[in-house]
Nanobody
Framework: QVQLVESGGGLVQAGGSLRLSCAAS????????MGWFRQAPGKERDFVSS????????YYADSVKGRFTISRDNAKNTVYLQLNSLKPEDTAVYYC???????????????WGQGTQVTVSS
């Protein structure tokens, strides 16, 4: 059974930083692309960032380029999202996902975590 468990969310002031983690089990982690998505209240789920199975390719939404960094540690079955220079509009539930393709947004992901809340105060 595939499980993706996110952690690291919380409340932070604008300009602050957080580091999200997603631990995977029940899946050959090193064979899967990983992604982060977010959903703000009343809005659709949006792509944030993704990384190829070997970490060589990374993708970012325009809104987070230069502020967020995705990385993975295949030895620990974990993917990370470093969130810097946070803005109130970054407030959302952040979801981790795993799938065959890092460059197809939602369509490239098969498995999803339960999410972790990130709240940025102004």
């Amino acid at each position: 059974q595939v499980q993706l468990v996110e952690s690291g969310g919380g409340l932070v002031q604008a300009g602050g930083s957080l580091r999200l983690s997603c631990a995977a089990s029940g899946v050959t982690f090193s064979a899967y692309a990983m992604g982060w998505f977010r959903q703000a209240p009343g809005k659709e789920r949006d792509f944030v960032s993704s990384i190829s199975f070997n970490g060589r390719s990374t993708y970012y939404a325009d809104s987070v380029k230069g502020r967020f960094t995705i990385s993975r540690d295949n030895a620990k079955n974990t993917v990370y999202l470093q969130l810097n220079s946070l803005k109130p509009e970054d407030t959302a539930v952040y979801y981790c996902a795993a799938g065959p393709d890092a460059n197809r947004g939602d369509d490239g992901m098969h498995y999803w975590g339960q999410g972790t809340q990130v709240t940025v105060s102004s």
